[in-house]
């Protein structure tokens, strides 16, 4: 089992950043693809950004430029650092994980780990 924590949300003003941490812990020796995830009320969770074992990254369209997604394999942690953040990003972010080695951004289905999430609020 792998357990997943979220940390880093908050509020800030349209153009800020933020960074989100997930802190892994378990067997996280198996996990083999991790990815960020967003929920906004009233719609579907959508994939934000994923990194592989060998750190390849894949991002959604809506993010890429601004968002980074990495990771600190020693610390078991993982990062999405989100600039230039729009109002529209507003939304629970969460951390998944997998054992399959994903090269890319799937969909929910893929990840068999999730955390708990941690709430971002960009304002105009």
């Known amino acids: 089992q792998v357990q997943l924590v979220e940390s880093g949300g908050g509020s800030v003003q349209a153009g800020g950043s933020l960074r989100l941490s997930c802190a892994s812990s378990g067997t996280t020796i198996s996990i083999r693809s991790m990815a960020w995830f967003r929920q906004a009320p009233g719609k579907e969770r959508e994939g934000v950004a994923a990194?592989?074992?060998?750190?390849?990254?894949d991002y959604a369209d809506s993010v890429k430029g601004r968002f980074t997604i990495s990771k600190d394999n020693a610390k078991n942690l993982l990062y999405l650092q989100m600039n230039n953040l729009k109002p529209e990003d507003t939304a629970t972010y969460y951390c998944?994980?997998?054992?399959?080695?994903?090269?890319?951004?799937?969909?929910?289905?893929?990840?068999?780990?999730w955390g708990q999430g941690t709430q971002v609020t960009v304002s105009s």
């Open positions: 990194i592989d074992y060998g750190r390849t990254t």
């Open positions: 998944a994980a997998d054992q399959t080695w994903w090269t890319r951004l799937r969909s929910t289905a893929a990840y068999n780990y």
